[in-house]
C-alpha cells in the first residue's frame, strides 16, 4: 500500500476561499524564493536535480495541483485535535494508486520554509 498526504492545521479547513487563496499565493510566492539546493529532494524524486528553473515550474505547478485537488473523491481528510490530514493512496502494483498520489508526494518534497504556510 502506498500513500502520500500532507498536514495542516484545522483553521485551513475553515478558511473561505479568499482565505486559501492567500494561503497559496503565499506558499508560491515563497517557491520563487527557493534556491537550486532548496529543491534537492524534489529533483531527486524527479530524476532530475541540476535544473532549478524546471524544478520552480514543477513546484509551482504542484501547488496549484494540490490546491485543486482538495475536494477530488480520490482525496480524505483525517483529523487529529487541531491537525488535519490529507491523504491520498491505496494498493499499488508499482504504479500510482491514485491520480493524486504523485501531486501529494511532489509536495511533500518542498522545503519546510514552503510548507511552513500550511499551518
Keep these: 500500500m502506498l500513500l502520500a498526504g500532507f498536514a495542516t492545521s484545522l483553521k485551513f479547513i475553515n478558511e473561505s476561499g479568499i482565505e486559501r487563496e492567500q494561503r497559496k499565493k503565499a506558499i508560491l510566492a515563497e ?12 529533483g531527486g524524486y524527479l530524476g532530475d536535480s541540476e535544473d532549478l528553473p524546471n524544478l520552480k ?11 485543486n485537488s482538495l475536494d477530488y473523491r480520490d482525496v480524505t481528510t483525517w483529523y487529529y485535535n487541531e491537525i488535519v490530514f490529507f ?5 499499488s502494483w508499482g ?4 491520480d493524486t498520489y504523485d501531486c501529494f508526494m511532489k509536495f511533500s518534497l518542498l522545503p519546510d520554509k514552503v510548507l511552513k504556510h500550511l499551518l
Design 87 to 91: 491523504l491520498t493512496g491505496g494498493m
Design 57 to 67: 515550474t514543477v513546484a509551482r505547478e504542484t501547488v496549484e495541483e494540490v490546491f
Design 31 to 42: 517557491v520563487e524564493k527557493l534556491e537550486a539546493t532548496d529543491l534537492i529532494d524534489l
Design 95 to 98: 504504479d500510482s494508486p491514485t
